[in-house]
């Protein structure tokens, strides 16, 4: 039932109604919210979820015009790779302005020092996922999908139109790729 309701919402939404982009933002608030906190979790950026979810979903507006949203799946799928780029945004941001930004130098305790390691990590990973999306885009969104968006294999294999099987391989071809390429990076 809720499935056909986002569809409906999505379809208007894409369409330029306004009241069904604003519903749809609603009814997708805790899947959305879920989805930041997981790349929250994972990044250790100090980013709160909320300016996350409201930061993608402007970017997100841009692309409801298009009309690449089939269902609830692929629009979230979608949300989660806006949401990575977000993060990933941010923390760049951060690192140039650390670099410089016009400030003054400060000296900075260990846990900052820390922190700065994670948010290189986090550029790490999305230099390998773009990587990986260049050598095979499937196992690119399998990765997106399952990891960053949690959809589970069954999920996945319908919003891509390919069997489960399908999935479970090209996940553990992909975590192979990332694993080998995160390994020759460092």
């Not at 799946?73 to 790779?81: D, N, P």
């Not at 410089?100 to 990590?121: K, P, Q, R, W």
Request: aromatic share 8%; net charge neutral.
């Amino acid at each position: 039932m809720i499935a056909q309701t986002v569809t409906r919402l999505i379809d208007a939404a894409c369409r330029g109604d306004l009241t069904a982009r604003d519903q749809l933002y609603e009814v997708l608030y805790r899947d959305l919210s879920r989805i930041a906190r997981s790349h929250l979790a994972r990044s250790g950026s100090t980013l709160d979820p909320t300016a996350v979810i409201h930061d993608s979903f402007l970017r997100m507006e841009r692309s409801l015009g298009n009309g690449e949203f089939l269902n609830r799946k692929y629009f979230l799928g979608y949300a989660s790779t806006v949401m990575r780029s977000v993060i990933v945004d941010y923390v760049r941001e951060r690192k140039a302005d650390r670099r410089g930004g016009g400030e003054a130098n400060l000296t900075l305790g260990t846990h900052i020092v820390n922190l700065a390691s994670v948010e290189g990590d986090v550029l790490g990973i999305h230099e390998a996922l773009s990587a990986l999306a260049r050598a095979d885009e499937r196992c690119h969104r399998v990765v997106e999908m399952r990891y960053f968006g949690g959809l589970t294999e069954e999920e996945v294999a319908d919003a891509l139109d390919v069997s489960v099987p399908t999935v479970k391989r090209d996940w553990r071809k992909a975590r192979a790729f990332l694993f080998d390429y995160m390994s020759n990076a460092g």
